[in-house]
């Protein structure tokens, strides 16, 4: 007779575990039973055992990520398997089968057991955070409620492949002027520590005063080779102070307060906070998700703690009484054309459709202003990296023009 492994929760709630002879894994769940043991997790002889040394690590799952794009694909597959009639548990058992990304099934798995055994899904969703955000499982709590889900998870399916296109709009802007910044960077990298030390020895034997601007090209060639071992550790510990003084909580908000007001990037910044805060709150509404809850949950995408605060205060708000638009209009980082709309909404019964609205034109702005920062970067960098060429050559040609001036 096979010996079984288990974990469970025992009458008194108590987490348990340990091993019993069985015919099988009914056979061991119903004698577990008989002892008022819930079985949560069952495997055969040392299938899993508890040493390290004993477990067989799986690099590849280590690497393995899930993306946002493969909860949207599993969210469409899953929407129309329920339309098409499918219990719940036999669909989540198709995904299973079907999922390629390891993690992704893994998770799947796990809640197809818990549904089975009788747990909510979205609380089975609830147990995998890393995979299922606040607003996927609050959206499939409220499509369960109403005995909705098919409905709630196609909307959730849109408002998915929207953030995705947002999102992939933004990136796509940024990585041309990144990559012309890296590889510029690299270049002058190169210049000042191999190039110019050779061609600059030149002048070294020369008595008599360099450029100004010879000058500098010497001192900062100087700092790549000869004071590289102080350069390079002090500009990695100031990247790193600075990343680490961004992330607390007295940095997070001065730097996202400063990044609302630079120029060009902070209007591009606050209009696609507005456009995600106006699409998720509408997706959570039209689901059923209480305002109060959906505005908890709101808060946590915008990206910018300014903006998450003023989000915070205007929940408290709505919570004694007031409205959003009044709220949003208090603080200021809402424009008054959105307040304005929102008002309406709550005015006419139709928050909804209004926070869409609201939500779809600043996505076209949003579109227009990427589409304008690109063509406008890529002549920028151009020039900038101009510009950096051509002070090396004035720097190394200067002298040598004075030079051969001085000779005739």
Known sequence: MPVFNYKGVNAAGKAVRGSLDAEGQRALKDALRAKGIFATEVWEGEKKADSLAAKEVDFSRLLTRVK??????????????????IPLVEAL?????????????????????????????????????????????????????SGKLD???????????????????????????????????LIMIFLFTFVIPQVTQLFADQDRALPFITQVLLFVSSLFTDWWFILFPTLIGSAAAFYFWRKSEKGRPA????????????SLVRMVAISRFSKTLATLLASGVP??????????????????????????????????????KRSGHFPPIVTHMIAVGERAGQLEDMLDNVAESYSQQVDLKIQALTTLLEPLMIVVMGGGVAFVVFAIMLPIVQLNEGIV
């Open 68 to 85: 946002i794009q493969d909860v949207t694909v599993l969210t469409r597959l899953l929407a129309t398997l329920l339309r098409a009639g």
């Open 93 to 145: 058992s198709a995904l299973v089968d079907q999922e390629e990304n390891p993690k992704l099934r893994d998770a799947l798995d796990d809640i197809r057991q818990k549904v089975r055994e009788g747990t909510a899904f979205y609380l089975a969703l609830k147990d995998h955070p890393a995979i299922f955000d606040d607003l996927y499982v609050n959206m499939v709590r409220a499509g369960e409620s």
């Open 151 to 185: 409905v709630v998870l196609e909307r959730l399916t849109e408002f998915l492949d929207a953030q995705v296109k947002l999102r992939s709009k933004i990136v796509g802007a940024l990585v041309y002027p990144i990559i012309m910044a890296v590889v510029g960077t």
């Open 255 to 266: 730097w996202d307060r400063f990044v609302l007001k630079v120029p060009v990037f902070g």
């Open 291 to 328: 305002l109060l809850t959906a505005m908890d949950i709101v808060k946590h995408i915008l990206g910018n703690a300014v903006l998450v605060e003023v989000v915070s205060t205007a929940t408290t708000s709505i919570r004694e009484g007031d409205s959003i638009a009044a709220t949003l």
